[in-house]
């Protein structure tokens, strides 16, 4: 069966330091991968997705990037983070596209 | 871009009552999924929905693919205390490739 894992589950970081969430899935080729954060506990917020090694498709302009240096890794960095990038980030994987299954998310704290 | 109604917002609720909240679109949808989310977690897949007029189960969950294929909703039967946490919708539109989620149903529940 597949499975997604996404670390470190809590991060403190202060501000202007840089930041690096990995993400990774088991049981499957080829993925989509997503990034998403969620503030507040609502709504979810796409940051970057990736249909393949390299391919990376960010939908809002920020502070943040992400890379996939392999076919079942994800990786969202910052080089200097902001107090607005704090929230509770997830990291979600798909085949098709139409079904998504999320990681345990991680909650960063800018301070 | 596309945006999905999700209602109500929140529900404050008795133990053992049913519970019932939907989505809507303005658009016509290929997909609709049902998430809960645990504070602190992330969210996990509930049911999927890959037809109009599809009814499908899991337990005390019931969610229903809307004929218009403009709506989906999900009923809970028999509330209990786990029960609690954020409920989300997404949807895949016809014609896109990435999910809409909504804002997200709160739900509480007072034992």
């Known amino acids: 069966s597949q499975t997604i894992h996404q670390w470190p589950a809590t991060l403190v970081q202060p501000v202007g330091s840089p930041l690096s969430l990995e993400c990774t899935v088991e049981g499957t080729s080829n993925p989509n991968l997503y990034w998403y954060r969620q503030a507040a506990g609502r709504g979810l917020q796409l940051l970057f997705y990736s249909v393949g090694i390299g391919q990376i498709s960010s939908e809002v302009p920020q502070n943040l990037s992400a890379s996939r240096p392999q076919d079942r890794q994800f990786i969202l960095s910052s080089k200097k983070l902001l107090l607005s990038d704090s929230g509770f980030y997830l990291c979600?994987?798909?085949?098709?596209?139409?079904?998504?299954?999320f990681g345990e998310g991680s909650w960063l704290t800018v301070v | 871009g596309q945006q999905l109604n999700q209602s109500p917002q929140s529900m404050f609720i008795q133990e053992g009552e049913d519970v019932s909240m939907n989505c809507t679109s303005s658009s016509i949808f290929n997909t609709w999924l049902w998430y809960k989310q645990d504070p602190g977690e992330g969210p996990v897949l509930l049911i999927a929905l890959y037809k109009a007029g599809e009814l499908t189960s899991n337990g005390r969950l019931t969610a229903q693919f809307g004929i218009t294929r403009k709506d989906s909703f999900l009923n809970i039967s028999a509330s209990i205390p786990s029960d609690v946490g954020i409920y989300f919708c997404?949807?895949?539109?016809?014609?896109?490739?990435?999910?809409?989620f909504g804002q997200g149903t709160r739900l509480t529940i007072n034992p």
């Open positions: 979600a994987w798909s085949v098709f596209g139409n079904t998504i299954y």
């Open positions: 997404a949807g895949l539109a016809q014609g896109a490739q990435k999910l809409v």
